[in-house]
């Protein structure tokens, strides 16, 4: 319920900000229209060297392929995401990366020293990533591998496999976090399992991940991908009001040019 009124003021405060910076892109467009139309930019519009223009042109490419990449990296974490939180935290492919919320995995509780040394991988500190695989049965999962599973409030649980009982469907684990000193009291099932620590783990940058998986993390990176597509289409509209207008420079350029020589040349046959 928190995570849902979390996602409403969210929404709330992404829509009003959408909404401000849509006028005051208008606003910045329409002043920008306003003063090349008025000639307050004909100077230099007419003093743009070939150099000064392909410049521009290299700038406009770039700033075009950095809009697309940016595009290209939320869209696809913001559906990745969505696809995860409707699969009920699941692992929507045969292998996902997870941030880790709490510190239960960072150092080892002396309770547990004697079963470290069988241990075959490490844990891993608050906030980092990991990488998961998918477990296709109850036989991928070993004593003392780590692993993410749903426990009965819904809660996504990663610790270490610290005991097996029975086999099949009717498999349970017991799991314990490194630094706890007691098991846990949710014994999940098989189909509990989100997946298994393959070992490899990023420290700290998790807690942008935790973010950007939580509704509001997903309604702020949104928004940001609404203005950056708000931002180009006003900016590529005021560059397209400069080219329009040194094009008719130009062609006033060249008729005033063309009419000197006119003038020059009846002067000379008068003469």
């Avoid at 086999?167 to 630094?179: Q, S």
């Avoid at 560059?239 to 130009?250: K, V």
Wanted: aromatic share 8%; net charge neutral; hydrophobic share 45%.
């Amino acid at each position: 319920m928190q995570e849902i009124t979390s996602a409403i003021i969210a929404l709330g405060g992404a829509t009003l900000i959408i909404v401000a910076f849509a006028l005051f892109m208008h606003s910045y467009e329409g002043n920008v229209k306003k003063r090349i139309e008025g000639g307050e930019e004909d100077a230099a519009l007419r003093q743009k060297s070939e150099v000064a223009k392909k410049k521009s042109r290299a700038f406009k490419v770039l700033g075009t392929a950095l809009f697309w990449i940016i595009i290209a990296l939320f869209v696809p974490f913001v559906a990745l995401s969505v696809l995860t939180k409707i699969n009920g935290g699941r692992l929507v492919a045969p292998s996902g990366i997870m941030a880790v919320a709490t510190g239960s995995m960072g150092e080892v509780n002396p309770v547990n020293a004697s079963s470290a040394e069988k241990w075959s991988l490490k844990g891993f500190g608050q906030y980092s990533l990991i990488v998961l695989e998918r477990a296709e049965s109850p036989e991928d999962i070993s004593l003392y591998d780590i692993i993410a599973y749903v426990n009965g409030d819904g809660l996504t649980i990663i610790h270490r496999v610290v005991a097996i009982e029975g086999d099949g469907d009717g498999v349970r684990y017991t799991t314990r976090g490194d630094a706890n000193g007691a098991d846990d009291k949710y014994r999940p099932s098989f189909s509990d399992i989100i997946g298994r620590y393959n070992g490899v783990h990023v420290e700290k940058i998790g807690i942008a991940v935790l973010f950007m998986q939580s509704y509001s993390g997903m309604i702020t990176a949104a928004a940001l991908v609404i203005m950056l597509i708000i931002a180009d289409g006003s900016l590529r509209r005021t560059e397209g009001y400069r080219r329009a207008r040194a094009r008719s420079l130009a062609v006033g350029d060249s008729t005033e040019c063309g009419r000197q020589k006119e003038n020059v040349t009846e002067n000379g046959n008068d003469g």
